[in-house]
């Protein structure tokens, strides 16, 4: 099956310009996630979806943060205006309901790498 | 706050040889964990999880140990590859969700 594609690959701006990233989960995954991950340290999560509704949005930075699931199947995630430290590779993933005897599985998309001048 | 973290930054091995990665966590309520393997460029991948109502789980030349006495996970690698070099992640999540908590990865590098 086909994996979480994510674009762009690669985005270089200037510090307080917007930008936008965007996600296409696996077919049929109902839950959706956006990471932000620093270089060296592990991924932490800024939004989960469910469907299209929003299941936990706590670590997101609100004031600059912003993303949405209209259909409930592509999502994106804005950030206006940027910050240096917003540079990072944004991480979308996508899992669906697990079955009896199992959790849900995260698959993770390549990422953005986002680099703020 | 409460965080997954690992012992050591990097590990260097020898083809051939047994890998262990460690990682330590603090949220004594976490009852799932689970190894990721992240590529250059990549995005993390699935290794292997494990319950806390267990203390090892084996797959293909990987083996998850999980102490719950001092809140410890290890993944071990048998007969490591080059192809298994990347950096690792431990994950771990309660039961109230699905928010995985990761630690900040251990760098692995096989020598041929």
């Known amino acids: 099956e086909a994996g979480v594609a994510q674009s762009p690959r690669y985005k270089i701006i200037e510090k307080r310009q917007s930008v936008a990233f965007w996600c296409n989960p696996i077919?049929?995954?109902?839950?959706l996630y956006w990471y932000q991950q620093i270089l060296g340290q592990g991924p932490k999560l800024l939004i989960q979806f469910q469907n299209n509704g929003v299941v936990d949005d706590s670590q997101l930075p609100k004031d600059r943060f912003s993303a949405e699931r209209l259909k409930g199947v592509d999502s994106t995630l804005k950030i206006q205006p940027a910050k240096l430290e917003d540079s990072a590779v944004y991480l979308c993933a996508s899992s669906s309901p697990p079955g009896l005897a199992s959790r849900e599985t995260q698959y993770f998309g390549p990422g953005t790498r986002l680099l703020v001048l | 706050g409460e965080s997954v973290g690992l012992h050591l930054p990097t590990l260097s091995v020898q083809e051939g040889d047994n890998s262990i990665i460690n990682c330590a966590y603090s949220?004594?309520?976490?009852?799932?964990f689970i190894w990721y393997k992240q590529e250059s460029g990549k995005g993390p991948q699935f290794i292997i999880d494990?319950?806390?109502?267990?203390d090892k789980r084996q797959g293909q030349r990987v083996t998850v140990l999980l102490n719950k006495t001092v809140k410890h996970l290890s993944l071990q690698i048998a007969a490591t590859q080059p192809g298994d070099s990347a950096v690792y992640f431990c994950a771990e999540t309660n039961g109230g969700g699905s928010r995985l908590t990761f630690g900040e990865g251990t760098q692995l590098t096989v020598n041929p």
């Open positions: 494990i319950r806390s109502n267990m």
């Open positions: 949220n004594s309520a976490s009852d799932y």
């Open positions: 077919s049929g995954h109902a839950t």
